[in-house]
Antibody, heavy 118, light 106 residues
Framework: QVQLQESGPGLVKPSETLSLTCTVSGGSISSYYWSWIRQPAGKRLEWIGRIYTSGSTNYNPSLNSRVTMSLNTSTNQFSLKLTSVTAADTAVYYC????????????WGQGTLVTVSS | EIVLTQSPGTLSLSPGEKGTLSCRASQSVSNIYLAWYQQRPGQAPRLLIYDTSRRATGIPDRFSGSGSGTHFTLTITRLEPEDFAMYFCQLYSNSLTFGQGTKVEI
């Protein structure tokens, strides 16, 4: 059974870069599509972007200019970088996996709260 | 961008009752790209239904999905105590969006 675990700082200062890593266990990081999704308190889930094992990426147009995703097959991890953060980026961040493009999210991490504050 | 609107915001029911949750899309969508998830407090979301009506692996048959066009429904027959949770719908076509969720409470 594939399991995902997010890790990274829980507090980021405004204007700095948010960096998170998702570790995949119980399966290979290859052959799946991997996404980052976030949920601000009291708001709906927002898809941030997806990366495939080939390194190809799709980003939410609303965040595209600030998002970079990467993947490391040797460590079974993929990562998110979100630049120039503001308080509006405070949210629970989830990593999730799809078995194919335009498929539902079969696998989810537990989520990690990231607060943007000075 | 397609917007998904779920109703009601909160559904108050008792164990053994039937729950009907609604998800409406701002424009017509393909049936094969609509999913439902369950999220219990402090836990990761869990895929329940995909392609509008197909149950994910291990999901009990008291959960069923239906709908087409702009209106989709998740039905939970005979609510069990562990079913009291948050539910949200998701469109997973090129427009990847989520509904705002329905809380099913006792």
């Amino acid at each position: 059974q594939v399991q995902l675990q997010e890790s990274g700082p829980g507090l980021v200062k405004p204007s700095e870069t948010l960096s998170l890593t998702c570790t995949v266990s119980g399966g290979s990081i290859s052959s799946y599509y991997w996404s980052w999704i976030r949920q601000p308190a009291g708001k709906r889930l927002e898809w941030i972007g997806r990366i495939y094992t080939s390194g190809s990426t799709n980003y939410n147009p609303s965040l595209n200019s600030r998002v970079t995703m990467s993947l490391n097959t040797s460590t079974n991890q993929f990562s998110l970088k979100l630049t120039s953060v503001t308080a509006a980026d405070t949210a629970v961040y989830y990593c999730a996996g799809e078995e194919g493009y335009n498929e539902p999210f079969d696998y989810w991490g537990q989520g990690t709260l990231v607060t943007v504050s000075s | 961008e397609i917007v998904l609107t779920q109703s009601p915001g909160t559904l108050s029911l008792s164990p053994g009752e039937k729950g009907t949750l609604s998800c409406r899309a701002s424009q017509s969508v393909s049936n094969i790209y609509l999913a439902w998830y369950q999220q219990r407090p402090g836990q990761a979301p869990r895929l329940l239904i995909y392609d509008t009506s197909r149950r994910a692996t291990g999901i009990p048959d008291r959960f069923s999905g239906s709908g087409s066009g702009t209106h989709f429904t998740l039905t939970i027959t005979r609510l069990e105590p562990e079913d009291f949770a948050m539910y949200f719908c998701q469109l997973y076509s090129n427009s990847l969006t989520f509904g705002q969720g329905t809380k099913v409470e006792i």
